[in-house]
């Protein structure tokens, strides 16, 4: 087995602060965004001379991603048998998933197939039924930081593309605050579900070292974080806790610690407009082919 993970943080308080970022951020509406002007014509593409498309989402979560991605699919290829399959270890995740796709009109004609696993395992799944399943498209948005070894992880996924399939990743950009703020106290903030802080920078150094071609597409994004400079915000404590992976900011770091990185936040992540702190969370899209 090439690949291990550490429990990652995806039960409990992270997934409250995870969907409090994500409403706060924007961050699904823009991928969405992202997704309607890139995948049709992707998809189109994939699909042709197939009579049937699998489809593959890693660290899903709830399935926001996943389901909007599957609309397209459905809609751009309608006569096409479509196959997903689920790899999400949050049994409250994956079920959270399963309901909303109960309810989704335009997903009833899909077979989805639902594993409560973490990547780790259903690798050893996939090794030890010897599946022969392969996709034509996967993704792993928002989800490689959480694992030990995402080379590994990448490498056997990707062995499991189909002709003409594509590995699609969604990641933060290097040069976003994101990436200003976790290079800068890597040591500090790995402490917790993130135990080595990756870029897309990173990510790319490896694609290139394994010699994958993909192409790559920036999708920009800002979060106002004007509350977390307020006192006794409940919104900027909950944002800090998040950004900084912690379950307090408050309590998790000196008073030294705390203003330095409320400096960094301030100084050098945001940009100021209409005397609101603008965090730069832009993520990257890359495309990697079979
Ligand atoms: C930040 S969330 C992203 C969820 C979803 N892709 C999205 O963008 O809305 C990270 C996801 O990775 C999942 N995850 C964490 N460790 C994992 C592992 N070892 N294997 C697969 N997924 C994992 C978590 O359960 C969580 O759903």
């Known amino acids: 087995m090439a690949t291990t993970t550490t429990q990652a943080g995806y039960e409990g308080d992270y997934v409250q602060r995870f969907q409090f970022f994500l409403q706060h951020s924007g961050e699904h509406m823009v991928m969405r965004e992202f997704m309607d002007k890139v995948l049709p014509g992707e998809f189109v593409r994939i699909g042709e001379g197939k009579s049937d498309l699998n489809f593959l989402g890693v660290g899903s979560g709830q399935g926001e991603m996943d389901s909007h991605m599957l609309g397209i699919l459905q809609s751009r290829l309608p006569k096409t048998p479509i196959s997903a399959h689920i790899v999400e270890p949050s049994i409250a995740l994956i079920e959270n998933f399963k309901a909303s796709v109960a309810k989704a009109s335009n997903l009833q004609k899909i077979k989805f197939t639902?594993?409560?696993?973490?990547?780790?395992?259903?690798?050893?799944?996939?090794?030890?039924?010897?599946?022969?399943?392969?996709?034509?498209?996967?993704?792993?948005?928002?989800?490689?930081?959480?694992?030990?070894?995402?080379?590994?992880?990448?490498?056997?996924?990707?062995?499991?593309?189909?002709?003409?399939g594509r590995l699609m990743i969604i990641h933060e950009a290097a040069g976003s605050g994101w990436g200003t703020l976790w290079s800068t106290f890597t040591n500090d903030l790995c402490t917790k579900s993130v135990t080595k802080y990756i870029s897309d920078a990173d990510i790319k150094g490896e694609l290139d070292k394994l010699g994958l071609k993909y192409e790559e597409h920036s999708i920009p994004n800002t979060m106002d974080i004007t509350e977390c400079f307020v006192e006794g915000s409940k919104v900027g404590a909950m944002l800090l806790d998040f950004m900084t992976d912690q379950d307090s900011f408050e309590k998790a770091f000196s008073p030294e610690m705390k203003a330095k990185i409320l400096d960094m936040l301030r100084n050098k992540c945001c940009t100021l407009k209409n005397e609101r702190l603008l965090f730069d969370c832009s993520l990257t899209c890359l495309l990697i082919h079979a």
């Open 114 to 164: 639902w594993n409560a696993l973490s990547c780790a395992e259903y690798e050893k799944q996939v090794k030890d039924t010897k599946d022969t399943n392969r996709f034509d498209f996967m993704n792993m948005i928002q989800m490689l930081y959480y694992m030990d070894d995402y080379v590994a992880v990448i490498k056997f996924f990707h062995s499991l593309l189909r002709e003409k």
